[in-house]
């Protein structure tokens, strides 16, 4: 098979590239990557990715990193598969902000949360709670931002489910089983989107790899 996928289902940036792939209904090869060894800071590994950092996306002769740059391949590239997670001409600007949005607004507050409420609690670690506070501040005031915009579109980049909205699921998937869950409750437009885009089958399809590892 032409198309591989290194990396391990536990993290998030390779859950938003399998997710992507399930969406194109692409059929790929999945390599699992043992993190926990260290096997991403191995030599062979570091030939594919020089940062040691996971998911890598091999497509024939072409050798990809860093999550949300492979997705936007696919989307493009495979435009005429699966679901369409672009869009053409001026409605593209706007998705791409919204992308933008997610890695630099929501992301970084997402993932501090996720450390210390998911990550921490299974390696036995306490949690700090100054950090959590502050990062759900962070987060709140993201989410105010788009309740505002999800009043003026169905999803973030516009009338359709695309990129901007599926970088999100990965932080969404482990946050909702936080108290964190209720900053998206408080605000009914955007707790309207998550049910909406964590119901597509593609994200179904990651939960069950990762049951099978």
């Not at 289902?9 to 699992?32: C, G, N």
């Not at 990809?64 to 001409?89: M, N, W």
């Not at 929501?106 to 959590?132: N, Q």
């Amino acid at each position: 098979m032409a198309t591989k996928v290194h990396g391990s289902v536990f993290s998030a940036p390779t859950m938003r590239l399998l997710i992507a792939l399930h969406e194109k209904d692409l059929e790929f090869e999945f390599v699992f990557v043992n993190l926990r060894a260290g096997e991403h800071k191995k030599e062979h590994f570091l030939a594919l990715n020089p940062f040691g950092q996971v998911p890598v996306f091999e497509d024939g002769d072409l050798k990809l990193f860093e999550s949300r740059a492979i997705t936007q391949y696919i989307a493009h590239v495979y435009e005429d598969k699966g679901t369409p997670l672009v869009c053409e001409g001026e409605p593209m600007a706007t998705v791409s902000v919204w992308m933008e949005v997610e890695a630099h607004q929501f992301d970084p507050a997402a993932s501090k949360l996720h450390r210390e409420l998911v990550y921490k609690s299974k390696i036995g670690m306490a949690t700090d709670a100054a950090v959590v506070e502050e990062n759900e501040a962070k987060l709140a005031k993201v989410l105010d931002i788009y309740e505002v915009r999800l009043s003026q579109s169905k999803y973030l980049g516009c009338d359709c489910f695309t990129l901007a909205d599926l970088h999100h699921l990965p932080a969404l998937t482990s946050l909702m089983g936080t108290p964190v869950k209720k900053l998206f409750d408080a605000r009914p437009k955007v707790s309207a989107w998550v049910a909406d885009i964590m119901a597509w089958p593609a994200l179904a399809k990651v939960l069950a790899m990762r049951n099978q590892q």
